[in-house]
């Protein structure tokens, strides 16, 4: 029957915004196993994304067939964006579903120039490229936090956007194994979608120095909690 998803049957990529979660939507999106929505990014538990989709029930993303897929599958940026997002992790939570979250990270300097470019090409974009709103989608340990209120941390998969540009079979595997579905499919090519154009704002030293001193605690903590070596970003 289609849209009879089980609670625990949804695969949320939550972000981070401008670390290739667009890319890794592609490279799933055909595993027979995974129903991708209909909309990659609907932002259906975010409030202030001004992409964000109208809809009813969750469900109606997909064409969800319990006899052939084991996940219905999204990926929306906006929710890892606290604390412009304040309540996605609790609204995730009070809608009743009990998903697997994969969050993918990227270098926070170079993450938020890519961020502040991107957005630069909008002529209603007005924020400077340390704006609080920023640095706080770069602060990694801080995002997860606000799941870990509602959400068990063995529910979530967290990956390095370096190793999905040098690796991504190596970073699919890793998604297979977290999600208990078949490694046999692979995508036919792999190519960084949705990048942002070549001329770009550079982050000046004090804008480094800056984000370095806002960060660098929590960069410790998610190094310790999740092994990857924050010290190849500057901290």
Not at 21 to 37: G, K, N, R, V
Not at 97 to 107: A, D, E, G, S, W
Not at 163 to 179: E, M, R, S
Request: charged content about 20%.
């Amino acid at each position: 029957m289609p849209n009879a998803i089980p609670n625990d049957a949804y695969a949320l990529i939550i972000g981070t915004m401008k670390a290739g979660t667009t890319s890794l939507f592609s490279y799933l999106q055909d595993h027979p196993e995974i129903c991708p929505a209909s909309i990659k990014e609907p932002e259906f538990f975010s409030r202030n994304q001004d992409h964000k989709i109208s809809l009813g029930n969750y469900s109606d993303l997909w064409e969800f067939n319990p006899e052939i897929h084991k996940y219905a599958m999204e990926a929306s940026t906006g929710y890892s964006k606290y604390p412009l997002e304040p309540r996605v992790p609790q609204t995730i939570f009070e809608y009743g579903i009990h998903p697997k979250f994969i969050y993918i990270v990227r270098n926070p300097f170079d993450r938020i120039e890519s961020h502040f470019n991107f957005m630069s090409q909008h002529d209603w974009w007005h924020k400077a490229i340390i704006h609080p709103n920023l640095i706080a989608t770069s602060n990694y340990m801080m995002q997860l936090d606000r799941y870990f209120k509602y959400f068990s941390p063995d529910n979530f998969l967290i990956l390095d956007f370096d190793d999905l540009c040098t690796d991504p079979i190596g970073i699919l595997n890793k998604i297979y194994h977290f999600l208990d579905i078949s490694g046999d499919y692979l995508p036919q090519t792999y190519t960084i979608q949705n990048a942002t154009p070549s001329k770009t704002r550079k982050l000046l030293p004090s804008e480094k120095s800056t984000i370095y001193f806002v960060l660098k605690d929590d960069m410790r903590r998610f190094q310790d909690a999740y092994g990857i070596d924050v010290s190849k970003w500057g901290f």
